[in-house]
Structures are given as C-alpha cells and as structure tokens.
C-alpha cells in the first residue's frame, strides 16, 4: 500500500512539530503548506535530513500552492495567530476566520475526502466555521483540544500523586477556554475517581480545585512563559494521536470537538465530547451522564462557543 498523505496547513511552531511527529511515528508522507515562502520548504527539508538518523522514511514537502495538498488524507489545520500574552482565545477570532475561510476552500479543492483536525483557536468556533467553509462531512471535521486539556489535567494529577501518567485519566469537556469542564468524577489514578480519591484522603478539596483551575488556565499559563507566542509540543501530540486513530481505525474514545446532532441537547455546532475516532472520522459521540452541577457548567461552556459562533456570522453573514 502506498504511504498516506498528511497534509499540514500551517507550518509555524504547530505545524513544525506536527512534521516531525508524523516522520517518527512513519504515518505516511507530510506536505506543509502555509503562506510564507521559504518556511514550510525550510522546515521540511530540515525534519527530512534528520531521517537518516532517526531511521525513519516519509517524504517530506513544502509549499505555498494548495495544489500541493491533492489528495490528503488527512489535513491538520494550525494556520492563523496564535496568542501573545494578555490576550484570550478568542482575541484571535477576527483574523483567524478569514484565515478558515481560504482553508475552507483550499480542502475543498484539492481534499475533499480528507480527515479534517482543525487546531486554529478560538478552536470550537474555527472547526465550526472550517466545516462550513469547506462544506465536508460533519463526520470528518474535528477539532483538538479536548486531548490537549485532559493531558494537561493528567500531567497535573500525575504529578500532584508522584505517580506514572499512564495510570491517570482524565475527562474534560466543553468548549476550549476558560469556561471548559474537567470533570473530576469521570477522572481516575487506576480506575479510582479522583473524588474518592478526596475521601482517601491523598488530596484536598480544594487542592484538587486548585489543579482543575490550573488545567482550564493551562494554555494562559503557557503563553506567559513564552512571551512570543503558545504552546505547541503538546497540541501537536495531541492532534497526532487524533489522526493516528482515524489512519489506523483505531477507535479510540477521545475528547474531541465534535458537530453535535442533539446529543447533550444540543445542536448545530461544535464542542469538547468524548468520540470515538475511527476510519469513518467522528464515528461516535458518547453520551456520558452529567449531574446538575456538570450540566450547568457544561451549559455556560455551550453558551461561550455561541457567543463566538455569533461573532463570526456578523464577520461572515454567510455562515448560517
Ligand atoms: N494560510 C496559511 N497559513 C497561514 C495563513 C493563511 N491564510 N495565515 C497565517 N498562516 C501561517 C503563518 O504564516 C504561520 O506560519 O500559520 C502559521 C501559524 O504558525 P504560528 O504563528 O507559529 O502559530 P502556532 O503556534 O503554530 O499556532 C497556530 O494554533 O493553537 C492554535 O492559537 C493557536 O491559532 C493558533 C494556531
């Protein structure tokens, strides 16, 4: 069988390491595209003279033409401006939508089958846009953060137990900002929920409270420390295990932002659920039971990414 086509649209601090995990890992061959001469050229040419070494082999492009991208697989999406610090997600809604709209149409032309993992922020709002743009199946548009925001959790936890991040899982849901869940109750060292985890007595309340704020913080955090731009080592890990499920149907339960038809009662639009991710792209929403409380916040998280799907549709009128 001939090696799978990955393209990445975007090659800056994202897109770089996406490169480089996509050759390791040998999922197939990588195109980087963006609008910048000369960086996604550079930054391919550079992860393939590292093949010898790392004994890897994937073909590895550059390109500044969508042509490039004929025929992808997958397409992972981190083109637009990240955030500097002080500024929210959302700050950034404005560029990066017309931004999704040449993406939009570039995956339309040249990829139409492809499995779309969309990165660019405000995230929910984005993929939203990025599917209508695009005019893909519903199905095959995601977007990443939901694993991003439950590894920040689970790298917490892990730490706080002096314990192997293996055994830690963790479960947050909503939209990508300051307003997403982690939810304690779905979240386990070994299997046991971190909530009897306070009645064992290895954590406080509030201490626990306090790395749920940090979590849902995680990104700010980041970008304070950088100055110059946000995260990227583990979104791109992150939307690398994404897309190995879909290549490999691997059918891994991920958090994902996923189109909701009613699931959660809600419609229309895309937010942070458990998928299932498999050879048909988001094969499964997983319908997990919130108490009140869950469903109260999970509600506000919902109201946020609406606010933000407002936004657009009074940048782009065409957006229903
Ligand atoms: N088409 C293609 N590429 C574009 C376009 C466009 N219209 N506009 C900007 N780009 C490219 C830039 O040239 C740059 O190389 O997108 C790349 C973005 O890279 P970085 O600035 O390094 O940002 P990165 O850290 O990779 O984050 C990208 O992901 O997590 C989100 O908030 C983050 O929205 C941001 C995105």
Redesign the pocket.
Known sequence: MARRKIAL?????????LAHLVALKELGDVVL????EG??QGKSLDIAQSGPVEGFDAKLSGANDYAAIEGADVCIV??????KPGMS?DD?LG??L??ME??GA?IAKYAPDSFVIC?????DA?VWALQKFSGLPKAKVVGMAGVLDSARFRHFIADEFAVSVEDVTAFVLGGHGDTMVPLTRYSTVAGVPLTDLVKMGWVTKERLEAIVQRTRDG?AEIVGLLKT????YA?AASAIAMAESYLKDKKRVLPCAANLKGEYGKKDLYVGVPCVIGAEGVERVIEIELNGEEQAQFDKSVASVEGLMEACRGIAPGLK
Do not use: E, H
């Open positions: 649209i975007g090659s800056g601090m994202i897109g770089g390491t595209f963006d609008i910048a960086t996604p981190t083109a637009g401006v990240p955030r997600r950034l560029i990066n017309k931004v040449q993406v570039g990165i660019t922020n405000p995230l984005m990104g731009g946000s995260a990227y979104p």
